[in-house]
């Protein structure tokens, strides 16, 4: 349903209708709204059903038929060739030339047709929904199939969720220390409806319905029922309750694989179901300066990376209550928390069937969205709080002490001077683990022994009994980056380098037309590639080869000659522009935003640290950053100035005085874009016959738009005063 005029009269009708069949207590009349909204709604659209994949066999078309008649007479003239004497074998070997030479044609009419067929479905699906299809081109997630009954889920869910000690309280733990009383009251009142909003206009309209089948659609379009929703939402947090229907879930197993790069064109991976931002960076980044400063200064470090099992379906909602009692949470808060969690169930669909609904007697809901904070805070508990008081951490050559561990969600990396003192926190740590009755995974665990600079297997690490296995012959892969025994990126870098081959091989075989290829090279291969640029030490030689590679495949895609000049691909002043960006631009705003990610970090000891962003000696990110920013500072001195004939207060500009962070951030990387434009349009000075353009006098900047991919291709050709000339039918 896309019309306006449908969503206005269903708005209008409903909001008639809830206003006089609404009644009863809050629960009820929420169930009563959902219940309403779904079947008005499924009476009057119908309701969209998944389309089944039919197990019956195609008919073989007539080609088919005619390739497996063709086989079928040449085995039997081999047969008879077998038999026959010499004369009648000349004749046999003549008609079995023939018919080989008929099924060669069949064949190659029949691939050309598949191909075909091919190429359109692709083109369908891409022009259906782009991004999606450049996810699952560029490797994202694969299907797969649970083969196993009803009963053995069931038996699962039930092993995996039950908790036989659910009532039994965690008790005192010496470890973990009591916080001080807040100085800031926490805020209880309902939601306003503007908070209601955002929260909605935020929400993605493709997103799944839950329990009640009712879509974010419905409420983004009309606002009686969101707000009659809104209404209900106050009564119920000032009771204090939450609904039946709002402690069920339904799921289904998704498939866990093992990614290379689980990257997004958000710039950061999602790590537990929470978006990726600069926390992530800062974890690795400092991990990374600790063990260069190590490896350069011929220093002690042990550096060991902890998993938990199961993690998320294994925290007992004993913690969960602790947590809100050791951080002061009201009691109306807790109330309703430990409401929700008291009686929601879940049940998935496999194969069609569906399981009986299950309690969920421990664990958290992904998806959920107060899970992920609730987690957080049994975390720090558990984690954070306990290794406190073993040791200060080490050292960096700034100055600094860093902390001796920090999580991410459900990775823990510990970092200590020496082995000695890793022991001493892992086994703080499994104290209070075993306490929160959680149990970590040696096995996916990893550790680091430093001595002098050099890494050492002399020593062991242990974790609940269990031997931890050391980084050498066993990478392992932290929030998006990996970490070797060789202390160095330079494996990274060449899987780097080779997946960006795979992609460009993938994007070239997908049989789209080059302008469509262009496209998900700008919007999916290029953020995807952008985040490896940033997490790993790369040099601008690396990147430039790279971005040659990608041009050349450009160049062909968009029917341009190979002498056609990278300016013309990524300029973004010259007379004819295309919606593409350089990849060495993108590596060098990612480096330098990374910079400032780091020295303006709210965290002290991350700014402090000293943490270098090393880029090669062709070019520094962090002399490009202060460059910037000189310029920025002088702008600021000489003002808003008018270009031509206009007047004051025509144009604006954003002050570096008065900008925030934020914007201080983006003025630094749109600077630096300036001065890659600015040594494209020099270099474009110095080609004699492509850079004919710079003499060109035009009224305004020609865009590229929606003009036919042919006669774009000879617009550039003229431009650039190549040698290729349209033909008469063009």
């Given at each position: 349903m896309n019309s306006e005029a449908q969503w206005r009269d269903l708005n209008d009708d409903l909001g008639?209708?809830?206003?006089?069949?609404?009644?009863?207590?809050?629960?009820?009349?929420?169930?009563?709204?959902?219940?309403?909204?779904?079947?008005?709604?499924?009476?009057?659209?119908?309701?969209?059903?998944?389309?089944?994949?039919?197990?019956?066999?195609?008919?073989?078309?007539?080609?088919?038929?005619?390739?497996?008649?063709?086989?079928k007479e040449l085995k039997d003239l081999n047969r008879r060739y077998k038999k026959s004497n010499e004369i009648e074998k000349l004749g046999i070997a003549c008609i079995t030339n023939s018919v080989r030479e008929e099924l060669r044609r069949t064949r190659r009419a029949e691939q050309l047709k598949n191909s075909n067929k091919k190429k359109a479905k692709n083109r369908a699906n891409f022009i259906k929904n782009p991004y999606n299809y450049t996810k699952t081109l560029l490797g994202g997630e694969r299907p797969g199939h649970l083969h196993c009954s009803k009963e053995e889920v069931e038996k699962y869910l039930h092993e995996t969720h039950s908790d036989k000690e659910r009532e039994t309280p965690l008790g005192y733990c010496p470890r973990?220390?009591?916080?001080?009383?807040?100085?800031?009251?926490?805020?209880?009142?309902?939601?306003?409806?503007?908070?209601?909003?955002?929260?909605?206009?935020?929400a993605r309209t493709g997103s799944a319905p839950g329990y009640s089948g009712v879509p974010y659609k419905v409420y983004k379009k009309c606002p009686k029922i969101l707000r009659k929703l809104w209404q209900l939402f106050r009564t119920l947090w000032k009771k204090g309750t939450i609904p039946e229907s709002w402690q069920k879930a339904e799921g289904c197993f998704v498939p866990k694989e093992k990614y290379l790069f689980l990257c997004t064109g958000k710039q950061v991976d999602e790590k537990g179901g929470i978006a990726g931002f600069s926390g992530c960076v800062e974890h690795t980044s400092v991990l990374s300066q600790l063990i260069h400063e190590a490896k350069t200064g011929k220093k002690n470090v042990a550096v060991v990376w902890l998993d938990l099992a199961n993690a998320y379906g294994s925290v007992p909602h004993k913690s969960i209550e602790m947590a809100m009692d050791h951080y002061h949470i009201p009691e109306h808060i807790k109330k309703i928390v430990q409401k929700y969690f008291g009686g929601i169930q879940l049940r998935f669909t496999v194969d069609n069937k569906t399981?009986?609904?299950?309690?969920?007697?421990?664990?958290?809901?992904?998806?959920?969205?107060?899970?992920?904070?609730?987690?957080?805070?049994?975390?720090?508990?558990?984690?954070?709080?306990?290794?406190?008081?073993?040791?200060?951490?080490?050292?960096?050559?700034?100055?600094i002490f860093l902390p001796a561990t920090r999580g991410f969600m459900d990775d823990l990396t510990v970092t200590t001077s020496s082995h000695i003192q890793a022991k001493w926190i892992l086994s703080a740590l499994e104290e209070v683990v075993t306490w929160a009755r959680m149990k970590f995974k040696p096995r996916k665990s990893r550790s680091m022994i430093l001595r002098k600079g050099q890494i050492t297997t002399k020593f062991q690490l242990k974790i609940q009994g269990d031997e931890i296995p050391t980084i050498v012959d066993n990478p392992i892969k932290c929030l998006g980056k990996w970490f070797d025994d060789t202390?160095?990126?330079?494996?990274?870098?060449?899987?780097?380098?080779?997946?960006?081959?795979?992609?460009?091989?993938?994007?070239?075989?997908?049989?789209?037309?080059?302008?469509?290829?262009?496209?998900?090279?700008?919007?999916?291969?290029?953020?995807?590639?952008?985040?490896?640029?940033?997490?790993?030490?790369?040099?601008?030689?690396?990147?430039?080869?790279?971005?040659?590679?990608?041009?050349?495949?450009?160049?062909?895609?968009?029917?341009?000659?190979?002498?056609?000049?990278?300016?013309?691909?990524?300029?973004?002043?010259?007379?004819?522009?295309?919606?593409?960006?350089?990849?060495?631009?993108?590596?060098?705003?990612?480096?330098?935003?990374?910079?400032?990610?780091?020295?303006?970090?709210?965290?002290?000891?991350?700014?402090?640290?000293?943490?270098?962003?090393?880029?090669g000696r062709k070019w520094s990110a962090r002399t490009a950053v202060d460059q910037a920013e000189s310029i920025l500072h002088h702008k600021d001195i000489v003002g808003n100035t008018c270009t031509g004939r206009q007047g004051l207060g025509m144009t604006h500009f954003q002050q570096w005085s008065k900008a925030t962070p934020k914007e201080?951030?983006?003025?630094?990387?749109?600077?630096?874009?300036?001065?890659?434009?600015?040594?494209?349009?020099?270099?474009?000075?110095?080609?004699?016959?492509?850079?004919?353009?710079?003499?060109?006098?035009?009224?305004?900047?020609?865009?590229?738009?929606?003009?036919?991919?042919?006669?774009?291709?000879?617009?550039?050709?003229?431009?650039?005063?190549?040698?290729?000339?349209?033909?008469?039918d063009e």
């Amino acid at each position: 349903m896309n019309s306006e005029a449908q969503w206005r009269d269903l708005n209008d009708d409903l909001g008639v209708i809830l206003e006089t069949s609404l009644q009863g207590c809050v629960e009820r009349r929420i169930e009563t709204l959902t219940s309403l909204i779904y079947n008005i709604g499924k009476e009057r659209f119908g309701v969209e059903k998944r389309k089944k994949k039919s197990n019956t066999k195609q008919t073989p078309n007539r080609r088919e038929q005619k390739i497996t008649q063709l086989r079928k007479e040449l085995k039997d003239l081999n047969r008879r060739y077998k038999k026959s004497n010499e004369i009648e074998k000349l004749g046999i070997a003549c008609i079995t030339n023939s018919v080989r030479e008929e099924l060669r044609r069949t064949r190659r009419a029949e691939q050309l047709k598949n191909s075909n067929k091919k190429k359109a479905k692709n083109r369908a699906n891409f022009i259906k929904n782009p991004y999606n299809y450049t996810k699952t081109l560029l490797g994202g997630e694969r299907p797969g199939h649970l083969h196993c009954s009803k009963e053995e889920v069931e038996k699962y869910l039930h092993e995996t969720h039950s908790d036989k000690e659910r009532e039994t309280p965690l008790g005192y733990c010496p470890r973990v220390e009591e916080e001080e009383q807040p100085t800031i009251e926490f805020e209880t009142k309902e939601p306003t409806w503007k908070e209601v909003c955002e929260v909605v206009k935020k929400a993605r309209t493709g997103s799944a319905p839950g329990y009640s089948g009712v879509p974010y659609k419905v409420y983004k379009k009309c606002p009686k029922i969101l707000r009659k929703l809104w209404q209900l939402f106050r009564t119920l947090w000032k009771k204090g309750t939450i609904p039946e229907s709002w402690q069920k879930a339904e799921g289904c197993f998704v498939p866990k694989e093992k990614y290379l790069f689980l990257c997004t064109g958000k710039q950061v991976d999602e790590k537990g179901g929470i978006a990726g931002f600069s926390g992530c960076v800062e974890h690795t980044s400092v991990l990374s300066q600790l063990i260069h400063e190590a490896k350069t200064g011929k220093k002690n470090v042990a550096v060991v990376w902890l998993d938990l099992a199961n993690a998320y379906g294994s925290v007992p909602h004993k913690s969960i209550e602790m947590a809100m009692d050791h951080y002061h949470i009201p009691e109306h808060i807790k109330k309703i928390v430990q409401k929700y969690f008291g009686g929601i169930q879940l049940r998935f669909t496999v194969d069609n069937k569906t399981t009986a609904w299950q309690k969920l007697e421990k664990r958290i809901v992904t998806g959920c969205t107060i899970s992920p904070i609730l987690f957080i805070m049994s975390m720090n508990i558990i984690i954070m709080k306990a290794a406190e008081r073993e040791t200060r951490g080490p050292k960096t050559d700034s100055g600094i002490f860093l902390p001796a561990t920090r999580g991410f969600m459900d990775d823990l990396t510990v970092t200590t001077s020496s082995h000695i003192q890793a022991k001493w926190i892992l086994s703080a740590l499994e104290e209070v683990v075993t306490w929160a009755r959680m149990k970590f995974k040696p096995r996916k665990s990893r550790s680091m022994i430093l001595r002098k600079g050099q890494i050492t297997t002399k020593f062991q690490l242990k974790i609940q009994g269990d031997e931890i296995p050391t980084i050498v012959d066993n990478p392992i892969k932290c929030l998006g980056k990996w970490f070797d025994d060789t202390l160095k990126d330079n494996t990274s870098v060449k899987t780097v380098q080779t997946q960006v081959v795979e992609w460009l091989k993938k994007v070239d075989k997908s049989g789209l037309p080059g302008k469509f290829k262009a496209w998900i090279y700008q919007h999916g291969l290029l953020p995807r590639l952008t985040w490896l640029l940033m997490i790993y030490e790369m040099t601008a030689t690396t990147v430039e080869a790279i971005e040659r590679k990608i041009n050349s495949h450009l160049r062909r895609w968009l029917g341009v000659p190979p002498s056609f000049t990278a300016i013309g691909l990524n300029s973004r002043s010259s007379q004819l522009q295309l919606p593409l960006t350089s990849t060495l631009e993108e590596y060098k705003v990612s480096k330098s935003k990374l910079v400032m990610t780091l020295r303006d970090s709210k965290d002290s000891k991350i700014s402090k640290a000293g943490i270098q962003t090393r880029t090669g000696r062709k070019w520094s990110a962090r002399t490009a950053v202060d460059q910037a920013e000189s310029i920025l500072h002088h702008k600021d001195i000489v003002g808003n100035t008018c270009t031509g004939r206009q007047g004051l207060g025509m144009t604006h500009f954003q002050q570096w005085s008065k900008a925030t962070p934020k914007e201080k951030s983006s003025t630094v990387q749109s600077e630096i874009r300036t001065v890659e434009e600015e040594q494209r349009r020099a270099k474009a000075v110095e080609l004699s016959r492509q850079g004919a353009w710079m003499k060109w006098n035009l009224p305004a900047v020609r865009q590229l738009g929606e003009v036919a991919e042919r006669s774009s291709c000879w617009l550039w050709h003229r431009r650039d005063d190549l040698s290729w000339k349209p033909s008469a039918d063009e």
